[in-house]
């Protein structure tokens, strides 16, 4: 199908859906289906219709510089314009056709984000914890809510691994290709002789799943209640409040004990449990579709190396896309992190229009 094809069938649609909508007598449940299908397709409608028009107004251009007797001036302006517009016009086609790229249904969702310290002993822990904080302020900037579910420190600033519920608008959009192994290249503060060394973190980036979602069946689960461990004084040894979760078709498990209430540790373990279980679905159907694709920014497999971070240099270099910016400073600060998010999606877009080509 051509792309004015597309265009037209689109238009057909949105003319459909608001004519449907004004009746005022679907069911509540269509009604609202509609509405959200139309409130998705509106801005693309509107970039179409801007589209026509700059193809109507090119049209009306060639015709005043084709007029044998049209004034010499009003010719060269007519020009002028023409060749604006003639460079616009691939644009707005090719921004057209980037929104009319099949979404991605998680995209909207809220995260899940973890953080776990890989190679490296204690420096990759602290490394870990630099990046949770990288995300922290990257959240702030964004006005989202970061809410750390679990998290294992270290005792000297690092952490093991920590859980986050990342919540607001596009999320996960924003934060999908972060997922694989970040590596760090600096001098540890306990490093005496002043070497640079090489550790790792690992991060994934799992779409919040609701009910909805991911239907998991009560059987398919064991539920074990046990006393928390750690900090927390007499509560510790005497409140079984801690919660493991088992899913025993996968054997996926989730410990949950940073609250005192069974209840809502419960509660946080099903929230990570669903997100781990519908990423792992996702993934399986991504695989699928990638074998048909010619390339792909990234897996998100967390054992690929996506990033390096080198602190002697002031540098990041995303491998994926080779894009290096010397701005680790305002990396870390999460000001520069949508340079390397916004170059990863164009660069998925670019592959995802490569395919519909083939």
């Known amino acids: 199908m051509s792309l004015e094809q597309s265009l037209d069938k689109m238009l057909a649609r949105v003319g459909e859906l608001r004519d449907a909508l004004a009746t005022g007598t679907l069911p509540p449940d269509t009604m609202a ?17 801007t589209l026509k028009a700059a193809e109507s107004e090119l049209a009306d251009l060639a015709g005043l510089m084709a007029d044998p007797d049209g004034d010499a001036e009003m010719k060269a302006l007519a020009e002028e314009e023409f060749q604006a517009l003639k460079t616009r016009i691939p644009e707005m086609e090719h921004q057209i056709r980037v929104m009319l790229l099949p979404r ?37 900037i964004k006005g989202w809510r970061f809410e750390v579910m679990e998290a294992s420190e270290t ?9 986050v519920n990342v919540t607001g608008r596009n999320v996960f959009s924003r934060l999908k290709f972060e997922s694989g192994v970040h590596r760090v290249q600096r ?23 609701e009910e909805v979602d991911l239907a998991i069946d009560d059987s398919d689960l064991r539920v074990d209640v046990f006393r ?21 078709p996968t054997g996926l498990a989730v410990v949950q004990q940073d609250e005192k209430s069974q209840h809502k540790n419960r509660a946080k373990a099903m929230k990570i ?25 990234g897996s998100g497999d967390r054992s690929e190396r ?44 670019a592959a995802r229009l490569a395919a519909l080509a083939d």
């Open 33 to 49: 289906t509609y509405a959200k299908e139309l409130s998705d397709l509106e801005p693309i409608a509107e970039a179409i219709g």
């Open 104 to 140: 991605d249904e998680a995209d909207a969702k809220n995260a899940i984000l973890e953080v776990r310290a890989g190679t490296g002993g204690d420096e990759a822990a602290l490394f870990a914890a630099d990046l949770l904080t990288m995300y922290q302020r990257y959240a702030a």
């Open 155 to 163: 005792g000297i600033g690092g952490i093991k691994e920590a859980v």
């Open 187 to 209: 001098v540890p503060t306990t490093e005496a002789q002043g070497r640079i060394h090489t550790s790792a973190a690992t991060v994934a980036v799992l779409p919040e799943a």
């Open 228 to 248: 928390a461990s750690g900090a927390g004084g007499q509560h510790v040894n005497r409140t079984e409040s801690a919660v493991r979760i088992t899913h025993i």
């Open 273 to 297: 449990l669903r997100a781990r279980l519908y990423e792992a679905e996702r993934a399986a159907r991504d695989a699928e579709r990638a074998a048909d694709r010619r390339s792909q920014v």
């Open 306 to 349: 996506i990033r390096t971070y080198n602190f002697p240099q002031g540098r990041v270099t995303d491998h994926r896309i080779n894009l290096t910016l010397y701005k680790l400073d305002r990396m870390m600060l999460g000001e520069a992190l949508d340079e390397v998010i916004d170059a990863l999606t164009a660069e998925d877009e």
